[in-house]
């Protein structure tokens, strides 16, 4: 059963940076790069929102609107592990961040989709202050 562990979270103040990772295992049959990976983040009292994802392999990355120029997503095949760089941090970035991950990648609007992910990690806090 393929498990995933984020961490890197923490509190920073506006402007600043943070690197979350998020280290997989159990894959059986199927190797990491196989999947489609993203970060996801919830605010408190709001809907989960997808953040960034990358395609099997690295091929191609999506981004929110709201952290495009600011959050890279990039993976490590041979650590098994993604991570997303933050930089220029706002308050509006405080939440739970989560990695999560499909078998394939959807198209659209979709791949940004929680409901599209079927695999969650427990999530990392970040918090960021004005």
């Known amino acids: 059963q393929v498990r995933l562990v984020e961490s890197g979270g923490g509190s920073v103040q506006a402007g600043g940076s943070l690197k979350l990772s998020c280290a997989g295992s159990?894959?059986?049959?199927?190797?990491?790069?196989?999947?489609?990976m993203g970060w996801f983040r919830q605010a408190p009292g709001k809907e989960r929102e997808g953040v960034a994802v990358i395609s099997p392999g690295g091929g191609s990355t999506s981004y929110a609107d709201s952290v495009k120029g600011r959050f890279t997503i990039s993976q490590d095949n041979a650590k098994n592990t993604l991570y997303l760089q933050m930089n220029n941090l706002r308050p509006e970035d405080t939440g739970m961040y989560y990695c999560?991950?499909?078998?394939?990648?959807?198209?659209?609007?979709?791949?940004?989709?929680?409901?599209?992910?079927?695999?969650w990690g427990q999530g990392t806090q970040v918090t960021v202050s004005s």
């Open positions: 159990g894959y059986t049959g199927y190797t990491y790069s196989s999947y489609c």
């Open positions: 999560a991950a499909a078998g394939f990648c959807y198209s659209g609007s979709n791949r940004l989709a929680p409901e599209r992910y079927s695999v």
